[in-house]
C-alpha cells in the first residue's frame, strides 16, 4: 500500500501524541514525537547552564547535542535519547515543561530540529505530531490533522498524567502552564503554531480515544485510495 506522511498538530495535551502512536501501530508507520526534541534541547540548556538569549552560547550548545529515537523493545514505543542517554522519562517533568517553549521560540533552535525532522520522513511512511508539522516540516504531507479540545478536557488529561508521576503537583500549576505555552507557541515569530490550510480538525473533547483512531484510518484510507 502506498505510504504516505501524517502530520498531527494542535494545542497542549488534546491527545497528539496518543493518537499518533496508535495511527503508527495500525499502519505499521513510524512515529516520531517532534515536541520531544525541543524538551530534550531544553533539558540540555538548563543542566549546561545555557544562556539561550546568547546566539553564540545556543550555537555552540546545540554542536554538542545529537538526538535520536530508539524503540524500547519492552514496551514497544519510541523514546528519545541526548547524546545516548535516554531521557524520554525526564524530559516530561513540569521543570521542562516551563521553559520549553521559549527554547522553541528559538530561529537557531528550530533550524535544527527541523533538518532532522525532515530527514526522518525522508520515507515517507511516518507520522509526527508537533506545533508546526503541517505548515513547515511537511508543507506537501499527504495527510495533515489539527487536533483541539476544550481547555477544561485539556487541563484535567494533563493534571492526570503529571499528578500519577508527582502528587505535589496542583490543577493551577497545570492549568498556567498550559495556558502559558498555548500562548506562547502561537505567537512567537518562528513557525508559530496555527492551523494548515489544507488540515482537517479534529476535536476529540467528546470523543473516545477509539473513536478518534477510527476516524483517523478512515481519512487516510480516502487519502491512500484516492
Ligand atoms: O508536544 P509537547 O507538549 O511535548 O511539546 C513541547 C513544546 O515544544 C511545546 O510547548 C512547543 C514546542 N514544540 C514546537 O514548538 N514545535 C513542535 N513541532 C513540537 C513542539
Redesign the pocket.
Known amino acids: 500500500m502506498k505510504k504516505i506522511i501524517i502530520t498531527i ?1 494542535g494545542w ?2 488534546c491527545g ?2 496518543t493518537l499518533a502512536k496508535q495511527l503508527a501501530k495500525a499502519l505499521h508507520y513510524v512515529y516520531v ?7 530534550a534541547i531544553t533539558l540540555y540548556f538548563l543542566r549546561n547552564n545555557v544562556d539561550w538569549k546568547n546566539d553564540k552560547s545556543v550555537k555552540d550548545a546545540l554542536a554538542d547535542i545529537e538526538l535520536h529515537f530508539a524503540t524500547n523493545e519492552a514496551t514497544g514505543q519510541t523514546e528519545i535519547y541526548m547524546n545516548d542517554e535516554n531521557v524520554e522519562y525526564l ?1 516530561r517533568d513540569l521543570i521542562i ?1 516551563e521553559k ?2 521559549e ?3 528559538i530561529k537557531e533552535v ?1 533550524v535544527f ?1 527541523v533538518a532532522q ?1 525532515r530527514k526522518m520522513g525522508e520515507k515517507k511512511g511516518i507520522v ?6 503541517g505548515t513547515v ?1 511537511f508543507p506537501g504531507a499527504e495527510l495533515k490533522i489539527f487536533m483541539t479540545a476544550d481547555n477544561a478536557v485539556r487541563v484535567e488529561r494533563r493534571f492526570k498524567e503529571l499528578y500519577a508521576k508527582n502528587p505535589n503537583i496542583t490543577i493551577e500549576e497545570v492549568k498556567n502552564n498550559l495556558e502559558m ?2 500562548y ?2 502561537s505567537h ?1 515569530e518562528v ?1 508559530p ?1 496555527r492551523q494548515a490550510e489544507d488540515a482537517i480538525v479534529l476535536d476529540n473533547s467528546n470523543l473516545t480515544i477509539d473513536e478518534q483512531l477510527q476516524q483517523a484510518l478512515s481519512w487516510v484510507k480516502d487519502v491512500v485510495e484516492k
Open positions: 498538530d497542549s495535551s497528539k501524541s514525537d517532534s515536541g520531544a526534541m525541543y524538551r524530559i515543561a520549553v517553549s527554547v522553541a521560540a528550530r530540529a525532522q509526527m505530531d508537533g506545533r508546526d508539522i516540516v505555552r498555548d506562547i507557541d512567537r513557525s503554531l
